[in-house]
Each structure stands twice: as structure tokens, then as C-alpha cells.
């Protein structure tokens, strides 16, 4: 009898872990705040032996198919592990349909999922779709120097050459060759755009990224710059080519990495800044914080008080000896801080309400900021590298840049181009456009994938018009 009853007991949970695993499997979709919202997909299903098998997409980010190293449900728990970009996330099955949990990837983020038919897609109308009015190459070469691997993708215009040719350098954080964020893909845009108009374009995956090897968490900026120098060194070697036209086309960060690179090659005659910073990185951070924070309804009277902070803690953190000491010293900021800030401005701009909320928020800053990308970063003033520029300069921000505030910063790239050696250079604030240069109405970073336009179409026109004036 005992038997008989243990037999029934192990066939009852045998069933309900079967109708948990059949439950979960399909598609399921959610959304982090990591700045901006992005959707995480979670293909779920099941081999002839029942062990669950899990596919993830990232599709804002133009990332599908990432392999995962393992999926278990225990009880109502499901936990996925996805060490290939060293996340996790752990959920609790609330019903057939809803899994609440969180996405582990460096930090926590509330991740609830909802299962769905299909992962809708976005609309995208300026994405360039095939045939070409041109030649686009999927292209690999070799870093002589920096010893890796690049894949990229080359357009070059139908008819005889040589063309002028520009290299893209992407913005901060690992992306792909077309700049990919939130379906949009604004290089794939920009490059389309420039080769119809005559100019051979190559974009590049970032290294560690794509077709591009290396390794890119414990690279910096100067270590990109390298990788740009790689790109024109390619260049230099296609037939197809103007060898005395070749510039470069950086966007954000990249626009920082233009002007590190072109005070060192002859062979640049030429770039574009869209949105690169003309002012010391640490002004310009806590100038986006302020942007920010306003752009979301922060008081100003908060926001104000928060700045104070936040320029002293990216000030200390950069030059810290060890994570451990910036902790301390940011700690010891922040405590003060608190002590002296109402507790309304300092819950608005931080969450911080008792010892363990800034533990936490400390934590969080410098797990973010300590690293060798960001202490390169954090470090850096442009405008040195701005005024030993000898080569053709345009720069562009949008009014409504809430990343790289376009007043300040383009004064500050105007006051160091007056004392370079540049033989034209032009400046330009274009009204109603945000840090990707989209027609904006919010104007907020969560509005970026809310948006169909990829990238303004006048300001298309503008970098056409001073390349077709100061370089063919």
C-alpha cells in the first residue's frame, strides 16, 4: 500500500513538473529600463526528452539567436542562464500566461514576461532594403597592429573611381555595424545615403562584436581609436578609393574618437562630429544628468542638488586606486550629501531613503563607473586633440539632445577649432533633432524606439552638401 501510494505521489509530481515545462514553453517577451527600454524574447520549448531549450533575441538591438547554457523550472521558478552575455534571469510563474522576475547582467532589472504569439516588428521605413543602387561587400581584414579580425560592410557607388571614402566609428556601449539600437540602424541609413551620393562608406563591427574579434569590456576609447586606424589602413588598400579624400563619420562617442585619430594620419582630410563632445567628459555627464533628470519631471530645485553630487563622484571615481577605495570615498560623499539635501530631492534623484537604499546606490555607481572604458572616459577633455586638428571639420548637434547638450558643446567645439590649423570647419545646431538626430517630440531616451524616423533626412542633406563642397 505504501508503495502504491509513494508510485501515485512521484506520478503526481512527475505531472505537475510536466505541466509546469509545458506551460512555459513558447514565446515570451518583456522589457528593461536600462535608460532606455529594451525587449528581451525568450523562445522556450522542449526536446523529445522534455528538457527545456531556450533561444533569446534581443530585438531593439538587432541581436537574435543567443544560445543559452541552461533553463530549469523548480516548483514555480524558472531560472534561464545565458553565459554568453553573462546574464540570468530568475521568474516566478504566476499563471500560464505571466512570468515575473528579473534579468541579472551586471545588476538587477525588473523583468516581467508575458507570453505571445510573435515578437512584432518594427516599423523602420528609412532602413535600406535590397537591390542596391551600388556595390555592398560584406568585407574581413586584419589588424596589423592591433592584431584582430574586423568585419564590416563596404558600399561603393556604380561607376568609375576613384570615390571619396569615410570610415563610421559607432557610439559608446558594443554595437554592431549599422549602429543597431531599437530596430533602427542609423549607419545602414547614413551609408545608403552617402554611397547614392558618391562616397565609398565602410562601417565596422565593434571588437568582440559581429564578425570583429577582441576584447571589449577592458577596452577604451584609445583602444577604438586604434581600431579606426586599422579601418583606414583597409582602405587604403581598395582600388576604388580617393587615397587623398578619406574621412571620417563618428557619432557620440565616435565623434570623440574622430579627432583622436585624425591628429595622428595624414591620411585624413576630413570629419564629420555628429553629436561628439567639444567639452571635458565630466561636464558634459553631469550636463546630460541635468538634461535628464529635467526631461523626466525632476524639479530643477532636485536636479540642481543632485548635479553637486554627481560631478564630485565621477571627479574621484576615475582616479581611485581600487574599487574599493572609489566606494569608500563616493560612501563618504554621499552620506554628507544626504545629511544636508531634503529627503523629498534626495528619494526624486537617487531612491536613497535609508543605509541600506545607499549602500545600494553606491554599489550601483561605482559597479558602473569603475571600469577601464569609463575611467578612460571620465578622464577625458576633447578639446586638446580639437585643436591640433589640420584637417576639414563639420559638427552637428541637435537642439534636443538630451545625451550631448548642444549649446555648450558646440561652443566648445567652435572656441577649440578657432585655435586648430583647420583649413574650414563648420558648426551647426539643427533644430527639433535628439542625441540619434530623429525628429523628437518627448525628446526623452524612452522615446528613442517610440520613434519610426532613424535619422532626420535634412540632416542627410547637410553632411551631403558640406561633403560635396569641401571634399569632391
Known sequence: MRQFQLLLLLTFLFAKISLAQTSVVGIWQGTINAGLQLRLVFHISADSTGKLITVMDSPDQNSKGFPTSGTSIKGDSLIIEVSSVNGRYAGKIKNSSTIN???????LFPLDLKKVDHVEELIRPQTPKPPFPYKSDSVEYDGANTKLQYGATITIPNGRGPFPALV????SGQQGRDEDLLGHRPFAVIADYLTKNGYVVLRVDDRGKG??????ENSTS???ANDVEESLNYLNTRKEVNHKKIGLIGHSEGGMIAPMVAIKRKDVSFIVLLAGPGVKITQLMTEQNGAILESVGIVHSASEKFLS???SMIEIIPGADSKETAKEKVNQLVTT??????SAAVRATTGIYDDSSRNKYVNTIVDGLYNPWFRFFLGYDPAPAIQKLSCKVLALNGSKDVQVISKSNL???DSALKKSKSPSYKTQELPGLNHLFQHCKSCQLAEYGKLEETFSPEALDIIRDWLNKEVK
Request: a neutral charge.
Open 411 to 413: 561652443a566648445g567645439i
Open 222 to 224: 584609445q583602444d577604438f
Open 337 to 342: 550629501w544626504q545629511q544636508q539635501t531634503p
Open 211 to 216: 564578425k570583429s574579434t577582441g576584447d571589449f
Open 168 to 171: 563610421m566609428i559607432t557610439g
Open 309 to 311: 553630487l554627481y560631478k
Open 101 to 107: 522576475g528579473e534579468w541579472s547582467q551586471g545588476k
